[in-house]
Nanobody, 124 residues
Framework: QVQLVESGGGLVQAGGSLSVSCAAS????????WSWFRQAPGKEREFVAS????????YYADSVKGRFTISRDDAKNTVYLQMNSLKPEDTAVYYC?????????????????WGQGTQVTVSS
């Protein structure tokens, strides 16, 4: 059974930093890409970042480019999202996602597995 468990969310002031992580089990994740999505209150879920199977390629939503960094540690079956210069509009539930393929993906249709989500709140 595949499980994705996020951790590291919380409350931070605008301009601050936060890191969230996602630990996976039940699949050989080293051969797959990883993605992060988020859902703000009253809004649809949206793509945040993705990393290819070998970490060689990354892709970010325009809204987080230059502020967020996605990385992976295959020895730990874990993907990370480092968030800097946080803004109140970054407030959302953040979900890690396991795509079906090896390359970066920003499409929900490509996602095989979802984590339960972790709340990130940025105060102004």
């Amino acid at each position: 059974q595949v499980q994705l468990v996020e951790s590291g969310g919380g409350l931070v002031q605008a301009g601050g930093s936060l890191s969230v992580s996602c630990a996976a089990s039940g699949r050989t994740f080293s051969v797959y890409a990883w993605s992060w999505f988020r859902q703000a209150p009253g809004k649809e879920r949206e793509f945040v970042a993705s990393i290819s199977w070998n970490g060689g390629s990354t892709y970010y939503a325009d809204s987080v480019k230059g502020r967020f960094t996605i990385s992976r540690d295959d020895a730990k079956n874990t993907v990370y999202l480092q968030m800097n210069s946080l803004k109140p509009e970054d407030t959302a539930v953040y979900y890690c996602a396991a795509p079906s393929g090896t390359y970066i993906s920003d499409r929900e249709d490509d996602i095989d597995y979802w984590g339960q989500g972790t709340q990130v709140t940025v105060s102004s």
